[in-house]
């Protein structure tokens, strides 16, 4: 049964060979939209991972990193680290900007960090923990031109680039500043003009002493210090990555549905049409006595080849795209071998090459085996 429906698909191989990357290419585009989604949630996952906290202090009902404001007391630092368990809480503030140049303008998320918490990919240059220098993510670098030593102009007030970073999340780049350098922000330029307005202290994040058991300091800190919410990074990562699906998933669903109906009909299309044109075939073999099931299990079987083949083309076709996609816009991050996204789609592939292969099967069943004498 195999070698004859290789044998069918090598009677005219440039259809099979055009079929296949047909078929290529619905699968890279279906594994680029799936690595996109899965990209954001990975970006978001890591923004607070990549913060080196054991756990992490918010305003009280605030359960997110990304995309929520948190303001908490700035004495509730010394009321945190009075607890036993705790060493020491690294101050974080969230300053989301608009960053203005050559008639562009990009949303910037600035995180500014005191003794932790600041750039953690540096890909050239370095972070200080004084003065008003700035580390932006490499998208905002390569948009704009920027280099290291170059100004950054927030609302005229000038920070010097020190740095390179790759990280960003929510499609924003992430830049990184000290607590120098958004007093200096804030009292010379005039981008608050109310300070009460901006937060002087997001979040805090907590570092324990060794062999310091988790939950009992979160206990312990929310009854002493009732301002703030004490979260695991782990929570606050899953927190964000919930956040991001309620952003991401229905219109990535929706795109993600159109690539296998897309799919389904290419493959069952091209099965309908090959079958039919080979009516007088199927007609032969229903004469010499071949079963209905075989010839069924035949076809199913031609497609599933169909997609086997155009697997691995459509894989390497989406790798190429994913990176000259993160060439030209660093802020995206798409994953393509992710294990459990890429092998859950190759899986429908082959669920929607099974049922395609089900279109052409009743022009099978009502093939008439005389056509097999009539037709000439």
Known sequence: MLKLAFKLLGYDKQKTLFTVLALAAVIS????????????????????????????????????????????????????????????AHPITALPIIYKKDNLRTPVYIIVYDSSGGPSELLEGRAFQYGSNIVIDKSLSEKYGLKIDDEFVVN??????????????????????????????????????????????????????????????????????????????????????????????????VLVSVGYVIGLLVVGLIMYSDISAS???????????????????MVVLQSSLLILMA??????????????????????????????????TLGACLAFALVSGLFPLVIIYRSDPMLAFQMS
Do not use: C
């Not at 009280?60 to 303001?71: D, K, L, P, Q, W």
């Open 156 to 253: 005229e007030f000038k920070f010097t680039i020190s740095g390179i970073t790759n990280e960003s999340a929510f499609m924003m780049p992430f830049a990184f500043i000290n607590y120098d350098g958004m007093i200096d922000l804030f009292l010379e330029s005039d981008i608050a003009p109310d300070l009460s307005t901006f937060p002087l202290l997001s979040f805090l994040l907590v570092e324990l002493k060794p062999n310091a058991d988790k939950q009992q300091v979160i206990r312990m800190l929310e009854a002493s210090v009732p301002s703030v919410d004490v979260h695991t990074a782990e929570e606050i990562a899953k927190n964000d990555i919930v956040l991001g699906r309620t952003f991401f998933e229905p219109i990535m669903g």
């Open 279 to 297: 009516r007088k075939s199927y007609a032969v073999l229903k004469a010499i006595g071949f079963p209905i099931k075989k010839l069924f299990r």
């Open 29 to 88: 585009v279906i594994l680029i939209l799936e690595g996109f989604e899965q990209g954001q949630y990975t970006q978001l996952e890591q923004v607070v991972l990549n913060r080196n906290a054991d756990l992490i202090a918010a305003q009280s009902g605030v359960e997110n990193f990304i995309a929520t404001r948190s303001v908490i007391p700035q004495l509730s630092r010394i009321d945190v680290e009075a607890v036993e368990g705790v060493k020491q």
């Open 311 to 344: 697997i691995p083309i459509g894989t390497l076709l989406a790798l190429i795209s994913a990176m000259s996609i993160e060439m030209s816009e660093p802020i995206y991050l798409i994953e393509i071998v992710n294990t459990t996204v890429y092998y859950q």
